[in-house]
Each structure stands twice: as structure tokens, then as C-alpha cells.
């Protein structure tokens, strides 16, 4: 129980199915800068329990958060790379100690408000919520098949509408609250300010692909490729008016590198090569075998399926190509794979190799 709408109506369907619902309410973070909502998260999971008439635990995960997700966050970033600290908090803390500690509790089930949804029969298969807007499969690919064999997702059938109204007819008092957006523990404050409580600035210098110096950056670590914002780069002279892209960092210059224009050939990649492969079951036959398997991806949440084909390399890690190009691709996000709505598993991106010939925008890569 997060406080949220989405756990509070998974708990009130369990219970209209004749479950005994019990709530558990985590901690992940504590910070006392004014930023970390814990303490109110918690006390709207309180109200939603007390309306739903059901026991509240409370635990702490704190140090688990700390040592299993925000230790390796850091390390990324100090990497060069971008994080997606969402991925590992499922897999290690919510499928992890918090599912360690329902079952110490006496539960039979872990339920979640995920929009997604689970196949019982035989090994555990992870599918994708029916509300496209809302699926969540591409934060839950990391979680092992056996993690899921005693979880519900109550709301995989559901949209997030249908979601508010069950709220609102049941008189829950979360029914209309905001959904939380980014990275939990950042919250509302500044990315740049909290990042270097942890990671020293290192400033260096804006430039263009051939060496032009067009700005000055705080560090590196701070910018993500694809990102248009925050670069304060000011108008050039007998330059074009196009926005400013981030299209690749030069760590041994510390350099930012920059580009004019979203159709800029340096901003698109067709290649790319995972690492830390997880499958939500097993490895797919094909790629057991040695073979070349086609299927779909996403390189970032909510974004289109991507038709692709992929191999299995002798150290592991994963190769793939797009059909067609895809925008911005990042090092550090992760790479999930489908078969129709089935999700397959997926891998941390560590690298992608540039479009052979520049694409011009289409419609799905170019609102990816």
C-alpha cells in the first residue's frame, strides 16, 4: 500500500474476490531536506486502509534501497551511463525483501497496483496491462518468473480511468491523486542539486562534433543523451535556429557533445549490444539454439514496439538491430523485448551503433 490510487483499488478488488487483504506499507528513502513525501505517502496508505477496514504493516527498506539500488544509480551515472533505478528497485526490493517479508507475515499472495499481468499456468508469463498508456511491463522484465508465482496484479485489466472511478464510487479519499513521475527518491527536487550531494561537479566544455566550442558544461553525469533542456547554449553566430541535442559525452575530453536539429544522424542508432540479460521464464528456444530470433523492443518506457532481430553472443550479452533506426538511444536505460504482448525479458544497454544511412522521422521513432 504506496498511499497511491493504484494500490488502494488492487486492495479493494482482492477483497470483492473474497480475499483477506492485509496492507503493507515501505519505506525506501528517508531524507529530511523537505523533498522525500514518505511521511505522507504513509498516512494516506493509513486512511485508505482504515475506509477499506484492513491492517496497515509498516517496514523499512532503507538500507536494503540504499545498498541494492541507489549504490549501483550512482555508479552508473559516475560511469558515463544513465540509470533506471525503477528496474532494480522491482527486482530486488519489491520482489525481493518486501515479497521476503510478506511471506513472513503469513500472506499466500503478494498483490501490487502494476498494470500488467501475469499467465499462472505452468512457469509464471508476464504480459503487458491492457491500458498501453499505463503498462509497466518494461519496469518489471528484471523480475525472475519464480518471483511471480505467488503475485496478483489486480489491475492488468483495468485502465487508469476505469482505476480512478472504482476509487471514487468506493469513496476512497486517494481517488484523484496525482500519480508520482520520475525517480522516487529525487521526488520534486532539482536533479542537478541532489546528484551532487554524491557526485563532485567536474565542468568542462559544450562542443559540436568537429570541435566547435559552443558552451560550458557542470559535468557530464548531469546529461542524458536526447536531452534538449538545461544546456544553456545561447544563440550562434551564422548558425541555425534549430534546438540544441545532446548526442554523446567525450569523457576523455569531458567533453558535451551537442547537435542542431531532432533529425540530426548522430541522435539515431539501429544497433545496439546488451549486458545483464534477465528472462522473466528462460532463455527463448532460438536463441538457445544459436539462431537469430526476431521480435519487438522498447528502449525506453511507453514507447511504440519496435520490430528487431536479435543474437546470443558467446560472453552473454545480447546483439539487436532495428528494422529502422531509433532515436536517442541510451547507454545505462534497458532494452525490453516482446513477443506480441508477452514480455520476453530484457538488458541494460552498453552500447549502440549509429544508423547506416540517416532515416527521416517516422511517426513512432520520432514520439518515442
Not at 65 to 89: I, K, S
Not at 246 to 273: F, M, Y
Not at 323 to 349: H, K, M
Request: charged share 20%; with cysteine; hydrophobic share 35%.
Amino acid at each position: 500500500m504506496s498511499g497511491g490510487v493504484d494500490s488502494a483499488v488492487a486492495a479493494l478488488l482482492l477483497l470483492r474476490q473474497g480475499y483477506t487483504v492485509q496492507g503493507l506499507h515501505m519505506t525506501n528513502w528517508e531524507d529530511s531536506d523537505g523533498y522525500c513525501t514518505a511521511a505522507a505517502d504513509y498516512q494516506d496508505a493509513k486512511q485508505v486502509c482504515e475506509d477499506l477496514e484492513i491492517p496497515l504493516h509498516r517496514v523499512n527498506f532503507s538500507r536494503e534501497y540504499r545498498e541494492q539500488v541507489f549504490a549501483g544509480f550512482l555508479r552508473e551515472y559516475e560511469a558515463g551511463r544513465t540509470p533506471n533505478p525503477d528496474v532494480l528497485c522491482n527486482r530486488h526490493i519489491k520482489f525481493g525483501v518486501f515479497a521476503d517479508y510478506s511471506r513472513r507475515l503469513g500472506a499466500s499472495w503478494l498483490a501490487t497496483g502494476h498494470y500488467a499481468r501475469l499467465d499462472h499456468e505452468g512457469s509464471p508469463r508476464l504480459f503487458k496491462g491492457v491500458d498501453a498508456n499505463k503498462d509497466q511491463s518494461y519496469f518489471l522484465h528484471a523480475v525472475p518468473g519464480t518471483a511471480f508465482a505467488n503475485t496478483l496484479f489486480p489491475l492488468g485489466e483495468f485502465t487508469k480511468p476505469e482505476v480512478r472511478k472504482l476509487a471514487n464510487d468506493a469513496g476512497l479519499a486517494n481517488y484523484s491523486r496525482r500519480d508520482s513521475t520520475g525517480i522516487c527518491f529525487i521526488g520534486e527536487r532539482p536533479f542537478r542539486s541532489f546528484l551532487s550531494r554524491y557526485i563532485p561537479e567536474r565542468p568542462g566544455e559544450i562542443c559540436t562534433p568537429d570541435g566547435r566550442l559552443v558552451g560550458r558544461h557542470p559535468g557530464l553525469v548531469y546529461y542524458t543523451l536526447g536531452q534538449r533542456q538545461g544546456l544553456g547554449i545561447g544563440g550562434q553566430a551564422d548558425g541555425s535556429d534549430e534546438p540544441w541535442y545532446v548526442a554523446g559525452k567525450d569523457h576523455e575530453r569531458n567533453r558535451l557533445v551537442v547537435v542542431q536539429g531532432r533529425d540530426h544522424p548522430l541522435l539515431w542508432s539501429q544497433a545496439l549490444t546488451t549486458r545483464n540479460i534477465c528472462w522473466v521464464t528462460r532463455e527463448p528456444d532460438a536463441l538457445a539454439a544459436g539462431k537469430t530470433m526476431r521480435c519487438t523492443a522498447r528502449t525506453r518506457y511507453r514507447q511504440p514496439d519496435e520490430p528487431c532481430s536479435i543474437s546470443c553472443r558467446a560472453d552473454g550479452c545480447i546483439d539487436m538491430i532495428f528494422e529502422r533506426p531509433q532515436w536517442a538511444v541510451t547507454p545505462g536505460q534497458y532494452v525490453v523485448f516482446y513477443d506480441g504482448a508477452q514480455c520476453l525479458g530484457g538488458g541494460t544497454i552498453e552500447t549502440t551503433s549509429a544508423a547506416a544511412a540517416h532515416m527521416p522521422p517516422i511517426a513512432t521513432a520520432a514520439t518515442a
